[in-house]
């Protein structure tokens, strides 16, 4: 949605002059013009649009994500005093000897490296972070609350995947921002929806798709569902179509000047994902389980064994020219003429004997020379890579698909690059915010926030220390400060700010090792 566009009078995604539509009165960003995202002359879709971002873990903060790319103006708003489990991470300051068992989802910090303050670090955010700012506010006190709403009435967009009734109990639920601000536009993603039976369920995208009947059709069909491990498919798949859905809002405000609730299931969206499925049962009567890494419709096709430990490729035949380039890739042209493979029914009746031919020519290879071999006959099939693999991939390498991103907390690190390309100008490619980093901008420089003033602890500075941190001052002095959840909190009341919170950490520290006497903690903060 362009400002710029609307007031030419030129429609969404034409930059001429020449249009014969008139410019749209009730059309307008809360970004004024010339103050929105630009990269070099050439503006951005979402230049002017900006966007409050109240989004946890994965698919909300993928969205807005998108959002950002685009060059909309992502604002994420996060209580300084409430941790938001497995959206930074599984605890603000994880034990490092755990990391390993919590995995990749609990474990990712770059290097295991949890020092500093590790809730800017953990993979589960920085890998949706980049091109946001960062605010704190507890909205649960008057003045947080009132910080919030000047903030509904500058953006165009709110975007949430709470639970369904956390709006409400903060009192910023639709009726309460439609009424302050029209022409926001609020997208909500539950995971099942709204209203109805399943509305107020919580969970995780893995237990969902389980609900949804993802979960079902994977595994193998000798395995019962315990050994099928979580997809997190339904996250990703959220994001990208959220997206979608806040940008058609977008433009349908273009014609009607007023704002709407979008209502985006997170569970429905991912049932589109397998409708085949469904509308086959609803055919049929059949009822689907897990087929392994087989098709109803191509043969062969599977998981084979490489050269190597825990190296694999997969192979699918879908058409009898394939067939007989797989014979060739294989030095095996005879089989060509065999009976029992002569066409798909017979090849999918003796798949267990084509497996064994197949993974015999496969274990004397690399993984990549069995791929290289089957696409060099128009065979599909390609390496099952892990990370390593994929940071080297030739392709990608030649594509320049991973770029270094960071921040001051995580280094610069490689990260997947944004998902497609275009013509237009490029996309967005900024820091990963931290938290509260942004306070400044966005509790003191935006237009009518500031005109009441800001105390900080709920939503800025204050020359006085915030309530919560007079009372872990008091916990301070009776445990030696020597207190991981003590040092969160303050440090999180400043909002992340990377002076203060360094200089509150050295004064726990030293009321911890007897340098400084707890007494004079206080006035070392002051």
């Known amino acids: 949605v362009r400002a710029e566009a609307a007031r030419k009078g030129s429609p969404i995604g034409d930059d001429g002059e020449d249009s014969d539509l008139s410019p749209n009165p009730a059309y307008r960003t809360s970004i004024p013009p010339g103050n929105e995202r630009t990269v070099g002359e050439r503006r951005l879709p979402l230049g002017g649009v900006r966007v409050l971002d109240l989004t946890v873990v994965w698919a909300g903060p993928s969205c807005t994500m998108h959002l950002a790319d685009l060059g909309a103006e992502v604002i994420r708003v996060d209580n300084p005093f409430v941790f938001p489990p497995a959206t930074r991470g599984n605890s603000p300051r994880p034990a490092e000897d755990l990391l390993i068992d919590f995995g990749p989802l609990g474990g990712g910090y770059p290097n295991l490296d949890v020092s500093g303050r590790p809730w800017n670090k953990h993979g589960m955010w920085a890998a949706q972070a980049r091109n946001k700012l960062s605010c704190t506010l507890d909205i649960r006190k008057p003045e947080g609350l009132d910080a919030f709403f000047r903030l509904v009435d500058q953006c165009d967009l709110l975007v949430e995947n709470n639970s369904v009734h956390t709006l409400d109990k903060l009192g910023i639920g639709w009726d309460a921002l439609h009424a302050r601000n029209p022409r926001l536009i609020c997208l909500r993603m539950p995971p099942m929806s709204l209203e109805g039976p399943y509305s107020e369920y919580v969970g995780f995208g893995a237990s969902f798709e389980a609900l949804c009947g993802l979960t079902r059709l994977r595994g193998y069909t000798d395995d019962d569902p315990t050994t099928t491990s979580a997809a997190f498919h339904m996250d990703p798949a959220s994001g990208a179509s959220a997206a979608f859905a806040a940008l058609c809002a977008l433009r349908l405000r273009e014609a009607s000047g007023t704002g709407q609730l979008i209502e985006f299931s997170q569970g429905e969206n991912m049932m589109h994902h397998i409708g085949e499925y469904f509308v086959d049962a609803d055919r049929t009567g059949r009822s689907h389980g897990p087929g392994g890494n087989r098709h109803i419709a191509r043969a062969p096709q ?225």
Request: charged share 30%; hydrophobic share 40%; glycine share 10%.
């Open 302 to 526: 599977g998981c084979y064994r490489c050269e190597g430990e825990d190296r694999w490729a997969v192979i699918s035949v879908g058409t009898e020219a394939e067939w007989a380039g797989l014979c060739r890739a294989m030095g095996r042209p005879e089989l060509v003429a065999d009976s029992r493979f002569a066409d798909l029914a017979g090849r999918t009746a003796n798949h267990d004997e084509l497996d064994k031919i197949i993974e015999a020519w496969t274990e004397n290879l690399r993984h990549r020379e069995v791929f290289d071999r089957c696409q060099a006959e128009r065979v599909p099939a390609g390496p099952v890579m892990d990370e390593a693999d994929a940071y080297a991939d030739p392709h990608l390498l030649a594509r320049g698909f991973f770029r270094a991103q960071g921040s001051e907390d995580i280094g610069t690190w490689d990260f997947p690059g944004q998902q497609w390309r275009w013509d237009g100008p490029d996309m967005r490619w900024e820091s990963i915010c931290r938290l509260g980093a942004d306070n400044e901008y966005v509790l003191k420089e935006l237009p009518a926030i500031h005109e009441q003033g800001i105390r900080f602890g709920t939503i800025g500075r204050n020359e006085d220390l915030p309530e919560s941190v007079q009372t872990a001052i008091g916990v301070a002095r009776d445990t030696t400060a020597d207190n991981e959840g003590l040092r969160f909190t303050i440090a999180l009341s400043y909002g992340g700010r990377t002076e203060i919170v360094d200089a509150v950490r050295a004064a726990l520290q030293d009321v911890a090792s007897g340098d400084l006497d707890p007494a004079e903690l206080d006035e070392r903060l002051l």
